[in-house]
């Protein structure tokens, strides 16, 4: 079944909200593949309490060993999938979910869902877009909300995708909203960043203006079949023309292909491309890339740990409406109501 945030499937407790000492037992149950254990130790990383986030810590502390320096390279293949609004990547992760959970990998999909404004919760709902993967022993699919900040996702995200590690998954896909910069972030995450895009004029021209094809180690054009198989693969033949624009010579050359997550098609020959660029990059390439990843996921955590401390400052608050008021009054520029928060806060610290 899918564990999400709005269900209650494998928390027996407190409504699957994690307590307080329950770290050795959230660890034993991850170690054992124990589904309840997963999805518990989950919701532990997304939270922003603070208590959560020291337990949170902890348990990840106690999940790569303190004794292991070296964790830059561990036994799971993370792909990173985003794709324009409407290209049906929840379709095509399913169809490849599949696939890999029938040739022996254990899945875990990440997506990283909008939130809801009112609640903070996941917007979307995997269980309905993954419904025949949702019921695979072998797959475990969690929405995860974005939480409003790219550093929550960062945050969030590569703490889960620790967790899914720890628990013998050894493929993670994380899907992205597929807006703004969600992207941008989810890639500085993964091995490999695969980009689905559709046969609509403009698409390929729209993809080098936001970057993405910058990013993109493998791109498909999804919905290739029936009448538009022909379009796709002049659209794939048009955005492999594109990238010799955006890519340096010497440069991983990402390929280009068709696929339709639909009908289950091409899927495989795609996930050859994804594993032809782990192989390109190599144990010492991969190592050096996860290196990085973990420097800038210091800094997002630097980032996301003074967000939180600025937000629960007693200074802070003690001046919040007052500098509200004042601003939406407009008595009170921008600028200066920064500088005051920030003195409030460093007086506090």
Request: with cysteine.
């Amino acid at each position: 079944m899918v564990s999400t945030s709005s269900t209650n499937e494998g928390r027996p407790t407190n409504e699957g909200r994690p307590t307080k000492g329950r770290v050795p037992a959230l660890v034993a149950g991850i170690r054992e593949g124990r589904r309840a254990a997963v999805s518990q130790a989950i919701t532990l990383v997304e939270s922003s309490k603070p208590e959560h986030r020291a337990e949170a810590r902890e348990l990840l502390t106690e999940l790569s060993g303190l004794d292991r320096l070296d964790q830059r390279v561990g036994p799971a293949i993370r792909v990173g999938i985003s794709g324009v609004p409407g290209v049906g990547k929840s379709t095509f992760i399913e169809a490849l979910g599949s696939r890999l959970t029938a040739a022996g990998h254990r899945v875990g999909v990440l997506a990283v869902d909008p939130s809801s404004i009112r609640t903070g919760g996941s917007v979307l709902g995997d269980k309905t877009r993954m419904a025949r993967l949702s019921v695979d022993p072998n797959a475990f699919i969690r929405p995860s909300p974005s939480a409003g900040t790219l550093g929550g996702v960062a945050r969030a995200t590569v703490q889960a995708m620790a967790v899914l590690e720890a628990a013998s998954y050894d493929v993670v896909l994380v899907e992205t909203v597929g807006v703004g910069q969600s992207e941008v972030t989810v890639a500085g995450m993964v091995d490999t960043f695969l980009f689905l895009t559709l046969a609509r004029t403009g698409d390929q021209l729209q993809g080098i203006k936001k970057g993405i094809l910058e990013i993109a180690d493998v791109i498909a054009v999804n919905k290739a079949d029936g009448d538009r198989e022909q379009e796709a693969r002049a659209a794939a033949r048009e955005l492999a023309g594109a990238l010799r624009l955006v890519r340096a010579p010497g440069e991983w050359a990402p390929p280009v292909v068709t696929c339709s997550g639909l009908h289950d098609v091409g899927v495989d020959d795609l996930w050859d491309r994804v594993l032809e660029h782990r192989e390109h990059l190599g144990p010492q390439g991969l190592a050096a890339k996860r290196s990085r990843q973990q420097l800038d996921f210091t800094w997002a955590l630097v980032r996301d740990e003074l967000d939180q401390r600025l937000r629960h400052s007693a200074g802070v608050k003690a001046i919040r409406e007052q500098i509200r008021d004042q601003v939406l009054a407009g008595d009170l520029p921008a600028t200066v109501a920064a500088d005051r928060i920030l003195a409030a806060y460093d007086e506090g610290a």
